[in-house]
Nanobody, 119 residues
Framework: QVQLVESGGGLVQPGGSLRLSCAAS????????MGWYRQAPGKQRDLVAT???????NYTDSVKDRFTISRDNAKNTVYLQMNSLKPEDTAVYYC?????????????WGQGTQVTVSS
């Protein structure tokens, strides 16, 4: 069974930066798309960014030019560099990786990491 382990959340002032990481617990797996979602209190979980194995990225409009998603295929790890953070970015951030395991492709999710942007 594969697990995703997230790190890097915390409290930051508006305008600050954070970097999130999400690593798969197994190295000998095939992984397609990786990405990040976030869920603010009382709201649904929304897509933040995705990245394909070849490096093609996609962002929700509210984070374009502020957030950068990247991946290290050798380490089965996806990152989210968040700059110019705003209070509205406050949420629990969840990573996912689409992994081939047990004969089929499925999405695995991280445990979530809290990001709070406040002065």
């Amino acid at each position: 069974q594969v697990q995703l382990v997230e790190s890097g959340g915390g409290l930051v002032q508006p305008g600050g930066s954070l970097r999130l990481s999400c690593a798969a617990s197994r190295s000998n797996v095939m992984i397609k798309t990786m990405g990040w979602y976030r869920q603010a209190p009382g709201k649904q979980r929304d897509l933040v960014a995705t990245i394909t194995p070849g490096g093609t990225t996609n962002y929700t409009d509210s984070v374009k030019d502020r957030f950068t998603i990247s991946r290290d295929n050798a380490k089965n790890t996806v990152y989210l560099q968040m700059n110019s953070l705003k209070p509205e970015d406050t949420a629990v951030y969840y990573c996912y990786q689409n992994i081939f395991q047990g004969g089929w492709w499925r999405d695995y999710w991280g445990q979530g990491t809290q990001v709070t942007v406040s002065s």
